[in-house]
């Protein structure tokens, strides 16, 4: 049997306890404050993060991890004795560690590293890799692994509203003539990944009006389904976040509702008070 280990990034906010108990290794992205950078979940957490954020005058930006960390992961791997790494990661269109593992593992000798582009981040990210990792101990070959997270991803949906479109437009994704009048009317852009991108999917006069809409969404997939796992994913803004999964929870029965969070790096970009809702039909 093929000795295969499971490689993600910090994007998926697995924390080390649930990394653990998959058996997957973790490379962190960073977030740079000035000239300091913090490897995010290891030199800075999300509650640290979010309270620095409010000291700063200047918005921090997030930066991929070095080539030479994935080297020294998969040689490490190599040297344990696995043949093959599986290595999950972000949407390689908002970031570039998918291709810096790739670079990687092309550097590396005596293992063969299989890339993943999840085409998204997050939880929704961290449900392929603790997929993966099950058919891993149930000795599943690289093949059925693979084929198995091209399931998930077609069964997997993500929506999120931006609670301040500021960031939005500092990462490019409004022009100014967008931001003043998508705050002037109060627009609240129901986002979601297509092709593996942060686009618009509706927009919405008031967030109240933005997450009756995302529900409705919800609704119209969660109702036909028999098994849904759904994830409450918030920026620093938890109180919002239990409403949401309590009323799913009231609504659905069979629907497993979580809560996670948007760490450092992605909620560099979202900003604080972002909340998105995941889900995944498991049948």
């Not at 000795?3 to 973790?26: C, M, N, Q």
């Not at 993060?49 to 190599?78: C, D, I, M, N, W």
């Not at 560099?268 to 498991?282: K, Q």
């Amino acid at each position: 049997m093929t000795k295969i280990a499971i490689v993600t990034d910090s994007t998926a906010y697995l924390g080390p306890k649930r990394a653990k108990e998959l058996g997957v290794i973790v490379v962190p992205l960073s977030v740079v404050f000035g000239e300091e950078a913090y490897q995010e979940e290891v030199e800075l957490s999300s509650a640290d993060f979010y309270e620095k954020l409010k000291h700063e005058e200047k918005l921090p930006t997030t930066s991929q991890p070095a080539v030479g960390l994935f080297v020294e992961t998969f040689e490490r791997l190599a040297k344990e004795g696995f043949e093959v790494v599986i290595s999950i990661h972000l949407s390689s269109k908002i970031s570039g560690t998918y291709q810096s593992a790739l670079t990687a593992g092309s550097m590396v000798e005596g293992i063969e590293v299989i890339g993943y582009d999840s085409g998204i981040s997050c939880e929704p990210q961290a449900n392929f890799v603790a997929e993966a990792a099950k058919l891993v101990k149930e000795g599943a070959d690289p093949q059925t692994i693979i084929d198995h997270l091209d399931e998930v991803k077609k069964r997997t949906n993500a929506l999120f509203v931006v609670h301040d479109l500021s960031h939005l437009h500092r990462g490019g994704r409004l022009n100014a003539a967008q931001l003043v009048v998508g705050s002037l009317l109060k627009i609240k852009p129901i986002l979601h990944f297509e092709d593996g991108s942060i686009v618009p999917l509706e927009k919405v006069r008031t967030e109240k009006k933005a997450w009756a809409r995302v529900k409705e969404l919800f609704t119209e997939e969660a109702s036909s389904a028999s098994s849904v796992k759904a994830t409450v994913i918030h920026a620093n803004r938890l109180d919002g976040a239990e409403k949401l999964a309590d009323e799913i929870r009231s609504q659905f029965s069979h629907v497993d509702v979580s809560i996670s969070h948007f760490g450092p790096v992605i909620g560099t970009h979202l900003g604080e008070g972002s909340i998105g809702l995941s889900w995944y039909i498991e049948k």
